[in-house]
T-cell receptor
Framework: AQSVSQHNHHVILSEAASLELGCNYS??????LFWYVQYPGQHLQLLLK??????LVKGIKGFEAEFIKSKFSFNLRKPSVQWSDTAEYFC????????????FGAGTRLFVKA | DTGVSQDPRHKITKRGQNVTFRCDPI?????LYWYRQTLGQGPEFLTY????????KSRLLSDRFSAERPKGSFSTLEIQRTEQGDSAMYLC?????????????FGQGTRLTVV
C-alpha cells in the first residue's frame, strides 16, 4: 500500500537556523508530491508541489523541496526559519493516475524559538 | 470566498447520536475527498467522489459512516450511532476535473467531539 514516512515528529529550532524535514514515500509509479502546512488554528495550505521537471521545487515563504527519485524522497528545506514558521508540516503523495487521492505522512510539528 | 467550505465548524454530540456534516467544494472541481484527522496524525483518507459517484472507500469507513454527493456538487458525511472514537477533525478536499498535476484544496474542517 502507498505510504508516506516523515522522519521527525517534533523539531525545535531557534530563529535563523536552517531547516530540513525528511520525507520518504513507498509508491513506485508516477507520483505527485506535496508539502502542506497547517498553522495553529488554520486549515491545511499548500506549501509547494512537484509534478514533473526540475526536481528542485520552490514554494512560498522561502521553502524549497528536492525530489530524489532513486531515494523515493522529497525533503523540505528552508535556509533560515522565522518564528512565524511555527506550524505542522505534512508531506503528501498522490498517484498520477486513477482517483488522485492524496496520502499524508504523520506530520512534523515545528516550533521556532524567537 | 471561493474555497472549500465545510459546515458546521464544530459539533459536540452525545454518544449514540447521529451527526451529518456538509462540504461545498470549489465549484469547478468534480473530485471530492473526505479525510479524518486525529491529534498528532496526518489526514487519513476516508472516501472519494468523482461527480456524484463514490469511487473509493477506505477500510476506516465503517458501516456507521455514509457519504453522499447527490448532484455532484456538495457532499454530506453522516455518522450514525457516534462513538467516542469518532472524535476527530473531518476534512473535505476538492480537486480539478483533470486530476493529474493538480493539488487538493482543503476546507477548514469540522471538529467533532463525542461526549
Amino acid at each position: 500500500a502507498q505510504s508516506v514516512s516523515q522522519h521527525n515528529h517534533h523539531v525545535i529550532l531557534s530563529e535563523a537556523a536552517s531547516l530540513e524535514l525528511g520525507c520518504n514515500y513507498s509508491y513506485g509509479g508516477t507520483v505527485n508530491l506535496f508539502w502542506y502546512v497547517q498553522y495553529p488554528g488554520q486549515h491545511l495550505q499548500l506549501l509547494l508541489k512537484y509534478f514533473s521537471g526540475d526536481p528542485l521545487v520552490k514554494g512560498i515563504k522561502g521553502f524549497e523541496a528536492e525530489f530524489i527519485k532513486s531515494k523515493f524522497s522529497f525533503n523540505l528545506r528552508k535556509p533560515s526559519v522565522q518564528w512565524s514558521d511555527t506550524a505542522e508540516y505534512f508531506c503528501a503523495v498522490s498517484k498520477g493516475t486513477g482517483g488522485f487521492k492524496t496520502i499524508f505522512g504523520a506530520g512534523t510539528r515545528l516550533f521556532v524559538k524567537a | 470566498d471561493t474555497g472549500v467550505s465545510q459546515d458546521p465548524r464544530h459539533k459536540i454530540t452525545k454518544r449514540g447520536q447521529n451527526v451529518t456534516f456538509r462540504c461545498d467544494p470549489i465549484s469547478e472541481h468534480n473530485r471530492l475527498y473526505w479525510y479524518r484527522q486525529t491529534l498528532g496524525q496526518g489526514p487519513e483518507f476516508l472516501t472519494y467522489f468523482q461527480n456524484e459517484a463514490q469511487l473509493e472507500k477506505s477500510r476506516l469507513l465503517s458501516d456507521r459512516f455514509s457519504a453522499e454527493r447527490p448532484k455532484g456538487s456538495f457532499s454530506t458525511l453522516e455518522i450514525q450511532r457516534t462513538e467516542q472514537g469518532d472524535s476527530a477533525m473531518y476534512l473535505c478536499a476538492s480537486r480539478e476535473r483533470t486530476g493529474a498535476n493538480t493539488e487538493a484544496f482543503f476546507g477548514q474542517g469540522t471538529r467533532l467531539t463525542v461526549v
